[in-house]
Every structure is written in C-alpha cells, then in structure tokens.
C-alpha cells in the first residue's frame, strides 16, 4: 500500500490526503471540502516565455523553475532529480522547465548567467537561487527552507 500525499487545495487550502495509486488507476482527485480538481500532475511543467505568468507567476504553490538547454550536461544530469521531485512534493511544489535557449526573454529578466540554474519563486518573486548541479538533499533542504515549516507539517501530516 503506498504512502497518501497531502495536496492543498488552490481554491479552498483545505489539506487533502490523496492515494497515489488510485490516481494513476485513473481516478480523479478532488478537494474534499470545495470538491474543485486537485493539482496532481506530477511531471514537471514546461513554461515559455508566454506562458510563464500563467504558470508561475499565478501558480498557488511555490515553484521550482528549472532552466536548462538541451545541449547542456549539468542540465540532463539534474533532470532526473527535478522528476523525482515533481512526484514526491506534488500538492506542495510545482516543478517546471524553460529552455533558456528558446526563452531568452524570461532568462534575462533573472538575469541567468549559466546553468543549469534553478530559482525557487513564490507568487512569480524569486526567494532562492540554485546554480549547478546540487544534490536531491540539498535541493530539497532549500525547497522545504523556501516554503517554510508549512511544508514539513503537511509532511508530517501524510505519515
């Protein structure tokens, strides 16, 4: 039996303990308390220069913005971290990707100067900023940092 998660609902904040398994069976998640959809997607975002304001900008949940290129080594090596990421921290993180190469917009508004790099954003405002390859832990550790003891008490709340 897996481990349920605890995703917040974006339209109520009611805490919903949600099994992971029923998910991907196909089952839809959906807030208890307002019974809106749940945000369960767990693979990571790909956002652009025009959708970045929808996708982070507006996003209820902290994100964490990945920006990397295709060509780039550090970059692919980090990519299965930031999936891992995406599942475990569902509900409580959004995990997103934009190609600094096709997004040179966005990147210079963030003023990156090599990658991969990777900001913590709430409310589209850059609280923390990763550059390198970093281990999952510390990655981690700057994340739950970033969102506060709020993150750790859900945590605590899904054993």
């Not at 902290?62 to 692919?76: E, S, T």
Request: charged letters at 25%.
């Amino acid at each position: 039996m897996s481990e349920k998660q605890v995703i917040r609902c974006p339209s109520c904040g009611a805490n919903n303990r949600v099994d992971p398994e029923k998910i991907a069976g196909g089952n839809e998640a959906v807030c208890a308390r307002c019974k809106k959809p749940l945000p369960v997607s767990s693979k990571p975002v790909t956002v652009t220069d025009a959708t970045f304001a929808s996708e982070v900008e507006r996003s209820t949940l902290p994100v964490l913005l990945d920006l990397w290129a295709p060509w780039c080594g550090p970059c692919r090596m980090i990519a299965p971290v930031l999936e891992q990421l995406a599942v475990e921290m569902t509900g409580r993180v959004r995990v997103a990707k934009l190609n600094v190469d096709e997004n040179q917009a966005t990147a210079g508004r963030f003023n990156v100067r090599s990658i991969p790099t990777l900001l913590i954003l709430k409310s589209g405002r850059e609280v923390d900023r990763l550059v390198g390859v970093l281990p999952k832990s510390e990655i981690t550790r700057r994340l739950e940092r970033a969102m506060g003891s709020d993150g750790r008490r859900q945590e605590a709340a899904s054993s």
